[in-house]
């Protein structure tokens, strides 16, 4: 008996099939790390399907660009550094059909390289000198000469503000009945920081803010955002022990930014009522940084 395959080789990349892949992550809840005080969850974004929250931004670009006839099967997208960004890109358009080059300066971290070469995309190095900045400009012009590639800023406004409204839609809806008391998150840039916070305090104006920043950068802007608004240093080394705590205290792989979120929310527990819960945003895999503990380039990749 000749066995079918539930899905003809030839049938084309589905844009619906990819958006139900996209978001509606889990919100798990630590039964150990943190037990005796207030519940602390954890927003999972690493179970989109390329392993970071980037999924949401690009899909709003790609897949929207896609269906509306602007990208096409054989075009080429260009992208900017060797980031989650870029690996949410190469993830997609390998579904779609699409070629990538990354632009990127030949100082930046490999250590995200192998997955994005695995979904086939290909990257232009550039002297080692090249700012980000400077990437983004050679990425842009590259893409004007041709009428069949597209330029991707993976930071795209309105896509961004879009992912981290359903973000709050959706950790809401998962706590239920449970009030929220807190919503704590790493900070790089601050996006998700302000735009998350901004739709949770709709409806939970007393919360508690908290953003933990790796980098020990000074965000002054958001120091002064509300009262309740806690931004706290979390050193690296805490960030890398944390991990592996929830790794063997709860079976959750997350990574440092992750871990960092968790390391706040915790000090946080005493500054919510005992049955609101706190929910720490983790934006990617752990899996990404296993061996690359004393690379800390990615302290300062733009990010939530």
């Not at 798990?28 to 927003?43: M, T």
């Not at 099967?73 to 890109?89: L, N």
């Not at 449970?178 to 916070?197: D, H, K, M, N």
């Not at 919510?272 to 990615?298: C, H, I, M």
Request: contains cysteine; aromatic residues 6%.
């Amino acid at each position: 008996m000749q066995e079918t395959n539930t899905k003809a080789e030839d049938e084309e990349p589905s844009v619906e099939a990819m958006d139900a892949l996209i978001g509606a992550t889990p919100l798990v809840g630590l039964e150990r790390i943190g037990a005796g005080g207030p519940p602390i969850y954890v927003k999972l974004e690493n179970n989109n399907p390329s392993g970071s929250i980037r999924d949401r931004y690009l899909a709003e670009i790609l897949l929207r660009a896609s269906e509306a006839g602007q990208l096409l099967e054989g075009d080429t997208v260009a992208i900017a550094g060797i980031d989650d960004c870029s690996v949410a890109t190469a993830f997609l358009a390998s579904q779609l059909d699409i070629e990538v080059e990354i632009f990127a300066s030949r100082a930046t971290s490999r250590r995200l390289l192998p997955l994005i070469e695995r979904y086939g995309a290909s990257v232009r190095w550039l002297p080692e000198e090249t700012s980000r900045s400077e990437a983004v400009e050679e990425a842009a012009e590259w893409a004007r000469h041709h009428p069949r590639r597209m330029f991707v800023n993976g930071y795209r406004r309105e896509a961004v503000r879009e992912a981290y409204d359903i973000i709050a839609d959706e950790l809401l809806e998962a706590l239920g009945d449970r009030p929220l008391g807190a919503f704590i998150t790493s900070v790089t840039t601050g996006g998700a920081y302000r735009q998350v916070t901004g739709e949770l305090r709709e409806t939970h104006p007393e919360m508690v803010v908290g953003g933990a920043v790796l980098a020990q950068r000074s965000f002054p802007s958001l120091e002064d955002d509300a009262k309740r608004n806690i931004l706290e240093d979390i050193d690296i080394e805490k960030a890398w022990e944390m991990r592996d705590r929830i790794a063997r205290k709860e079976g959750l792989l997350v990574g440092p930014k992750g871990a960092a979120a968790v390391t706040l929310a915790l000090r946080l527990q005493t500054e919510v009522q005992s049955q609101a819960a706190l929910v720490a945003l983790n934006p990617d895999a752990g899996q990404r940084y296993l061996g690359w503990e004393d690379d800390t380039k990615f302290e300062l990749e733009r990010g939530p």
